[in-house]
């Protein structure tokens, strides 16, 4: 299952996110319009556009109205979580490229959109929305996508905690084994079969790190 909240644009509408083989690696864009500025993110650089960058980006729209130099064209997000990988897929959301949301990308997509500032309050159908949308429908009803994306905050860790993430996913998977054990217990009675009593998992108990490393593997130290 997938999702994406802007239409897709033509090539000669948004850049050319393709990197080189260089260590510093520049993206230019396909473009009428010069790349006036320049973000770098770890050892790989953009080369982009001011306006179409501040419009959905509250970060980049406040870096550049405190910079004493109007004319400021580079910036750096080293301390970006997901690095440049997460960069290039924010910024093709910000040039309105389209961006699949899916569950191998979704948590990097969400920590982008917190760093980046990509709210609602900047844009209607801003980035974090969007990823919001798609753990509620796609990701917190079904055990197994909650598990998978759990998995990957550990790797975004601290944001993936600021952001809530990793309660709402312990919350979901707490929520739906107790379903999945109810479900159980009732078919059981329905064919007359001895049944136990069914105990939950509450969300306190997931919350437990031990707990969650011998369920599903997952170390969150």
């Excluded at 419009?55 to 406040?62: A, C, E, P, T």
């Excluded at 109810?182 to 306190?204: A, H």
């Amino acid at each position: 299952m997938m999702g994406n909240c802007v239409k897709q644009n033509s090539l000669s509408e948004s850049p050319d996110f393709s990197t080189d083989d260089r260590p510093h690696s520049s993206v230019g864009p396909i473009s009428d319009v010069s790349s006036d500025l320049t973000i770098e993110v770890g050892s790989t650089s953009f080369a982009l556009h001011k306006f179409s960058m501040v419009l959905r980006s509250g970060r980049i729209r406040k870096l550049l109205l405190k910079a004493k130099d109007t004319k400021v064209s580079r910036i750096n997000l080293t301390s970006l979580p997901g690095g440049s990988d997460a960069f290039e897929l924010a910024a093709k959301f910000c040039y309105r490229v389209n961006v699949e949301i899916i569950i191998s990308n979704v948590t990097l997509l969400r920590c982008a959109a917190r760093f980046m500032k990509m709210t609602e309050d900047i844009i209607e159908k801003n980035l974090e929305i969007c990823t919001k949308v798609f753990l509620k429908d796609a990701v917190f009803p079904n055990i197994s996508n909650s598990i998978s994306v759990l998995h990957r905050c550990e790797t975004l860790l601290p944001v993936s905690e600021e952001v809530n993430l990793i309660s709402q996913l312990i919350n979901a998977i707490a929520n739906n084994t107790c379903k999945e054990q109810l479900t159980f217990g009732l078919s059981k009675l329905e064919y007359n079969f001895p049944c136990k009593p069914v105990q939950c998992v509450d969300s306190e108990t997931l919350s437990d790190w031990s707990y969650l490393e011998r369920r599903i593997g997952l170390q969150l130290d």
